[in-house]
């Protein structure tokens, strides 16, 4: 049985991201908002990681298709 992957905290490149982000498209955001992108950053990323980590995944057809032949 495989060890579940730990959480990934959240670090100070992470905040500046975000705030990066925020700022580039001219957004106002509350604090407790920014600090909730902040901290739901790195789980994200990781997430994301871990689909490019699957063999093939990349180049698949979806699995949810229409043929209107069959």
Do not use: K, W
């Not at 902040?38 to 057809?61: F, H, K, Q, T």
Request: hydrophobic share 45%; charged share 15%.
């Amino acid at each position: 049985m495989s060890q579940p992957t730990p959480t990934p905290t959240p670090t100070s490149p992470d905040r500046a991201f975000v705030e990066a982000a925020i700022a580039q498209h001219g957004l106002t955001v509350p604090p407790e908002e920014v600090d909730f992108f902040v901290a739901n950053y790195a789980p994200c990323r990781a997430a994301l990681a871990a689909l490019y980590r699957l063999n093939g995944v990349r180049y698949e057809e979806p699995a949810v298709t229409f043929n209107a032949l069959i």
